[in-house]
T-cell receptor, first 113, second 113 residues
Framework: NAGVMQNPRHLVRRRGQEARLRCSPM?????VYWYRQLPEEGLKFMVY????????ESGMPKERFSAEFPKEGPSILRIQQVVRGDSAAYFC???????????FGPGTRLLVL | AQSVTQPDIHITVSEGASLELRCNYS??????LFWYVQSPGQGLQLLLK??????LVQGIKGFEAEFKRSQSSFNLRKPSVHWSDAAEYFC???????????FGTGTRLQVTL
């Protein structure tokens, strides 16, 4: 049973470009969570999605960030017009049911030049 | 809002020595509690979790943690540390309703030979 998959593992963008991060949950999991880890810090919750629904986006910045989890395909975290402060590791997790154990992917490390 | 405190930013132990990593949480009810480990450049791996029942929880790699309600603590222990245990350890809390984890800032473990 493959774990949570994230790609790309590393992403370099220049200021003003768009970043798209993809997450494929574990097989049988329909709940996806995105977290951001800034250098030397713990993970901070961003958004919780089920298929085609955003359940909780209380941790998402109000501008430039969006997330989706379509009926088919991976979950996408999209960052428009990236700035240097967006440089971080972005982790995706999935669970079979809400309030069950979340399993994490290897992360995407975004570097904004 | 709930919070998680890991008071030790960095700990160094000798291989073979015992280990205890501290975690305190602030929340009105008993939350779900987790310990994750992160090796450099990697994602998070679940070590153990506490949902209810026996307050001493056994995890992978020889780790255990004890939930103490009176102290709002969930400390991680290992009787004999191996060099491969060097990593960053994160305590996390899920209040059981929001389905989003709140992480501590992490404790970086260094193991000397």
């Amino acid at each position: 049973n493959a774990g949570v998959m994230q790609n790309p593992r590393h992403l370099v963008r220049r200021r003003g470009q768009e970043a798209r991060l993809r997450c494929s949950p574990m097989k049988g999991h329909s709940h996806v969570y995105w977290y951001r880890q800034l250098p030397e810090e713990g993970l901070k919750f961003m958004v919780y999605l089920q298929k085609e629904n955003i359940i909780d986006e209380s941790g998402m910045p109000k501008e430039r960030f969006s997330a989706e989890f379509p009926k088919e395909g991976p979950s996408i975290l999209r960052i428009q017009q990236v700035v240097r402060g967006d440089s971080a590791a972005y982790f995706c997790a999935s669970s079979q049911q809400p309030q069950e154990t979340q399993y994490f992917g290897p992360g995407t490390r975004l570097l904004v030049l | 809002a709930q919070s998680v405190t890991q008071p030790d930013i960095h700990i160094t132990v000798s291989e073979g020595a015992s280990l205890e990593l501290r975690c305190n949480y602030s929340y009105g009810a008993t939350p779900y509690l987790f310990w994750y480990v992160q090796s450099p450049g990697q994602g998070l791996q679940l070590l153990l979790k506490y949902f209810s029942g026996d307050t001493l929880v056994q995890g992978i790699k020889g780790f255990e943690a004890e939930f103490k309600r009176s102290q709002s603590s969930f400390n991680l222990r290992k009787p004999s540390v191996h060099w491969s245990d060097a990593a960053e350890y994160f305590c996390a809390v899920d209040p059981g309703t929001a389905s989003k984890l709140t992480f501590g800032t992490g404790t970086r473990l260094q193991v000397t030979l």
